[in-house]
């Protein structure tokens, strides 16, 4: 247990001496700072009686209850720390795979008490909690900001942290594999974001199937199933940000999945390298 925790540590390590961790930290900083002063409400009896935005009024606000503002907004953090965050957070994470098979560094690490599979997750298992903590400093100060300016406490906002972090480490695990199998920070950079943005076409599989052939349509039904939904994930986020039902959780099931096996070979093609 001790060896994977060094390991752990050691990967908080590298991602603050990259300044990437404090790159990032400083970003969600000035988010909660915008969040916490841009937004002036008036609230008077757990009502919305005025709203000022960057010091203006803007139009429409008589017909916006409070429940509806708090819902909005974070349910845009959340959009964006979704899109926006996981693009850059495997951006900023992806070179870590890549360095740490370099000679010098994977013989050191090789040298330890542990499995090349242990070895392995526990490099993965230090991007995840990293990443899971700015997620949960992120989203989880906006949370805590609009709760205590309007008195409104969304709890299930909260569960879409966890989807946010679990589909960081869904698309993370095609950076591992390619990082492993090519040692090409830029390949493995390109096929997860290729895979995202394939998840926009995929997510119209219903009404595309409609205009296709049967072996066309079953092809692309099979790339549906098996690729990751990221784009469908997105609606997920914003329902649970608006405490509304999710009307499916296959998405988030299949993506996982998906993951699943993509660390399963990543791991089978660590083991077996020739370092």
Known sequence: MQPTLGLIYLTFRELWAKKIVLGLFVMSSLILVMVAFALNLDVVDGS?????????????????????LVF???AAVAGAAYWIGILLALFATAPLIVSMMERGHIDLLLSKPMSRPTLFLSHVAGVWLAVAVLTLYLLGGVWIIMSIKTGV???????????????????????????????????????????????????????????????GSSAFNVLYHILPNFAEV??????????????????LTSSVLFGGVIYALAIWQFARRDF
């Open 48 to 68: 919305l009686s005025g709203l000022r935005l960057f010091g203006q009024s803007p139009d429409g606000m008589g017909d916006l209850s409070l429940e509806r």
């Open 72 to 74: 909005g907004v974070e």
């Open 153 to 215: 406490w969304n709890g299930s906002f909260l569960i879409s942290i966890g989807l946010v972090v679990l589909m960081f480490g869904v698309m993370y695990s095609t950076v591992a594999l390619m990082g492993v199998w090519t040692e090409s920070t830029a390949l493995a950079l390109i096929v997860s974001y290729g895979l995202i943005f394939a998840s926009l076409v995929l997510a119209g599989h219903e009404a595309i199937v409609e205009e296709m052939g049967l072996v």
């Open 234 to 251: 997105t609606t997920m986020v914003a329902n649970l940000s608006r405490a509304e039902a999710v009307s499916s959780w296959y998405p």
